[in-house]
């Protein structure tokens, strides 16, 4: 290859899909390609019509045997264009459950079979690579895209995005795991400097990706847009090279968020291999950087390689003839089940599954008929349809009131017709909508709807996406008066009837749930389920699924409760102004010097209400049944660690209805020579399909790693001696039995890179 060759492969081809009616693109003009050079103009306008709404393509050299590679969103499902030029038929892509309800799931053989389903419609769609999974930690429930992320928690993240990854590219595609590394916010997220200590970017925020990385072989890894600990993500030859590569075997390569870093030079050099969406004065700085001197060829060649390596795997180099006809109607199966799966009943005074007497059913909340399947931004999908909640009572046979829906209908229509467009550019940009203000329902409708119905459903639904944070206010993590005063009216109207209120949350992320969830019978946790949504739910409150969803990431009591709660999102500094932002050649937001601190440090989510005994809403691993668990004979192979322990616990169906449960294995360390939390999860699993009285035995594997923390002064995971205790759980509060074992020595387990160490002092949270 010429050296013009390898920089026009190393940079993409720019960034261009359709936009709606009067939406100005950001990027600027996205027909220009590159006036300098007609041949590579050319090429690119022809690959750009393979797979229109792709995020991305890389350069094709045919001569060469050089195919280019087609990049698209998201975490969620595919997202491409659905309508195309001269053609009558629309290319629908399913919605998929986000990625909080599948980690509620604890299932990562389920999730595994949401990846193939997923993964085949990326390969009969003609896509290469999936930038998907997103599996930044949870660290505060107001980061506007933690719907496209797992958990709080490191493990069950690395866990579940394993599946995916291998789920995915069973199909002979592949994934880009995503935000590498520390992007757990939205505010300014192109020049927030993530300010950690080593000790918690190795045990929480870079945990889940050494995973993913060492169990399932991404074929690319997305470098994350922030700075972390001074330098951009991909520009940073520690967490790229030192830590990706050297200590973890990272194969594949790696790629920019779009439009990220400053300095592709530095970013060449770090390990960055692509960059994207990339522009024509990208590709000119790089031939220029070698030509004069400050860019070995050599990298270039290095980057080129691994590129080429994925490239030979990819379908589009195998000539797989792709149809773009994937099985969309099988694929709705395995949505619904997941959803239905990865629901939580939080509340259940008895209510649930309804009985056979209901019939009629009252729906309130606006969300009941305009259904949130997933959140907006490049994690939202062009799907066919989404079942709303209405649609799926009447599905299962329930009969629902056409006056209440008649109100809602007109209510909605003239709300949206007045509504604002959304604060958040990028939803607006990508045709989302202003969620509009919940319905008045006042006393006296409340009571005519007793009257007439047999139960009562209220909705209450939230929204987020890329491109902004949430906020600590009514509409958001609160409920509004208007949603407060409707859940007060409805329940007392048909309590007065001796009838029941159920509360379904259509929601992408925590909110505050602790003032009002005692009020209804009971409160299901339905997150945003995908396009099956509303079946989902249905199957859920009917019976036909035995609600066996857990919580992945703890509810509070208050969002002023959570650790990172003083410091999330950050703060502006003094700095270089937004000028960096021309050196990326693109930019999806203005680049404000700023700095958000970590001083929370290790102790995130349960590892901070657990250890410092803060009371929550419900905590990490919460989620009822409709039967109940009895627990017995937890018991451990050994008293004296020597390189693993095993432990086994007996669960058994002690209820009416089958049911399948969640087990959870939480280590307590010494904690004399490091501080540390009271609890970390280490392990986890789910029984079967236990009918009542039926029993299962589950076994776990502790290893020497489990016992580990990380020591920054040897830059080694070192468990220390003692006694650990070994809790079988149903929650992080619900201890079902305890077994305990000693480590005689000091281990150090394993040594590696000294890399990321922040340039200033922390003042870290302690026991």
């Known amino acids: 290859m010429t050296l013009k060759e390898k920089a026009q492969l190393l940079v993409g081809t720019g960034m261009y899909f359709e936009l709606p009616e009067g939406v100005q693109s950001p990027f600027g003009d996205q027909e220009a390609v590159d006036p300098q050079d007609s041949a590579y103009s050319a090429m690119v306008n022809h690959i750009r019509t393979f797979v229109p709404g792709a995020a991305g393509n890389t350069s094709m050299f045919n001569e060469k045997g050089i195919t280019t590679q087609v990049l698209a969103d998201g975490p969620a499902g595919l997202r491409i264009q659905p309508k195309r030029k001269g053609e009558e038929r629309t290319y629908y892509c399913t919605a998929f459950p986000i990625a909080t309800v599948l980690a509620s799931t604890w299932d990562t053989a389920l999730v595994n079979n949401v990846g193939q389903a997923m993964g085949n419609e990326v390969l009969e769609y003609g896509v290469d690579v999936l930038l998907a999974p997103g599996m930044n930690l949870q660290r505060d429930p107001l980061c506007g895209r933690n719907f496209e992320y797992y958990s709080e928690d490191p493990l069950v993240t690395g866990k579940m995005a394993a599946a995916m990854v291998k789920g995915v590219q069973s199909n002979g595609v592949g994934t880009s795991i995503k935000h590498f590394a520390v992007n757990n916010q939205e505010t300014n ?63 594949g390569y790696v790629m920019t968020d779009w439009g ?81 799966d990865g629901m939580v009943l939080l509340e259940n005074n008895g209510i649930l599954p309804l009985a056979a007497s ?34 799926g009572l009447k599905n299962g046979g329930y009969e629902t009131n056409a006056a ?41 409708l409340a009571a005519q709807m007793a009257q007439e119905n047999d139960i009562a459903l209220i909705t209450i639904g939230r929204n987020s996406g890329e491109g902004g944070d949430r ?15 409707m859940v007060l009216n409805v329940t007392e109207a048909f309590h007065l009837l001796g009838k029941q209120v159920v509360v379904v949350l259509n929601v992408g992320g925590v909110i505050e749930t602790a003032s009002w969830k005692n009020i209804p019978d ?38 002023k409760d959570g650790s990172s709660s003083n410091t999330f999102p950050g703060h502006e500094v003094e700095g270089e102004t937004g000028n960096e ?24 989510g349960y590892r901070y209400y657990n250890t410092f005994d803060i009371a929550v809403s419900y905590p990490f691993g919460h989620g009822k049944s409709y039967t109940t668990f009895e627990y017995s004979n937890v018991t451990i192979n050994k008293d004296k660690f020597n390189e693993k322990v095993t432990v086994s616990a007996m669960v058994k169906n002690t209820g009416g209805l089958a049911g399948r449960e969640v087990v959870q294995v939480y280590l307590t360390a010494p904690g004399k020579s490091m501080d540390k939390p009271t609890d970390v999860l280490v392990d986890f699993g789910k029984t079967r399909l236990l009918k009542p009285g039926e029993e299962e035995a589950l076994t776990f594997e502790i290893e020497a790693i489990d016992l580990c923390s990380f020591d920054e002064d040897r830059s080694a995971w070192v468990a220390e001696a003692g006694k650990y205790e070994v809790k079988i759980a149903a929650s992080a509060k619900d201890v079902q039995g305890t077994v305990g074992f000693e480590l005689p020595g000091e281990l150090v387990v394993e040594t590696v890179s000294n890399a990321l160490a922040p340039a200033m002092e922390i003042n870290k949270l302690k026991k």
């Open 189 to 251: 997220r192109m020049s927030v400097d993530a300010i950690v200590s080593q000790r918690a970017l190795r045990e929480l925020y870079l945990k889940g990706f050494e995973i993913a990385v060492k169990e399932a072989q991404p074929w690319t890894v997305m470098s994350s847009y922030n700075k972390v600990n001074g330098t951009y993500a991909s520009e940073s030859h520690d967490l790229l090279t030192k830590i990706l590569r050297d200590d973890w075997g990272f194969e």
């Open 260 to 340: 990220g870093g400053s300095d592709v030079v530095a970013q060449m050099k770090a390990g960055n291999d692509m960059i994207q969406p990339g522009s024509p004065d990208q590709i000119h700085s790089l031939i220029k950087a070698v030509e004069e001197g400050q860019l070995e060829e050599s990298v270039l060649n290095k980057n080129v390689g691994r590129i080429l390596r994925i490239m030979l795997k990819s379908p589009k180099y195998n000539d797989f003839k792709y149809s773009s006809n994937p099985d969309l109607k099988t694929h709705a199966k395995v949505t619904r089940q997941a959803a239905a």
């Open 358 to 391: 209901i019939k009629k059913v009252a729906a309130f909340g606006n969300s009941s008929y305009d259904f949130i399947s997933g959140g907006t931004g490049s994690g939202d999908v062009n799907e066919a349809y989404t079942v709303s909640l209405i649609q």
């Open 404 to 444: 209440l829906m008649k109100s809602y209908e007109n209510y909605l229509v003239e709300a949206r017709a007045n509504a604002p467009k959304p604060k958040n550019w990028l939803t607006a940009m990508m045709g989302g909508k202003t969620p509009v203000a919940e319905m008045i329902v006042s006393k006296e």
């Open 471 to 485: 906020e600590p206010l009514p509409g958001d993590f609160y409920l509004t008066d208007v949603e407060m005063e």
């Open 522 to 559: 009971a409160v299901l946790l339905a997150w945003q389920p995908g396009q099956e949504g509303g079946n989902s739910v249905v199957d859920v409150l009917s019976g036909k699924v035995n609600p066996s969803g857990k919580l992945a990431i703890t509810f509070p009591l208050k969002y």
């Open 581 to 604: 932002a021309d050196l990326s050649g693109f930019s999806f937001m203005n680049r404000v010097p700023w700095e958000s601190t970590y001083n929370e440090d290790i102790y995130v």
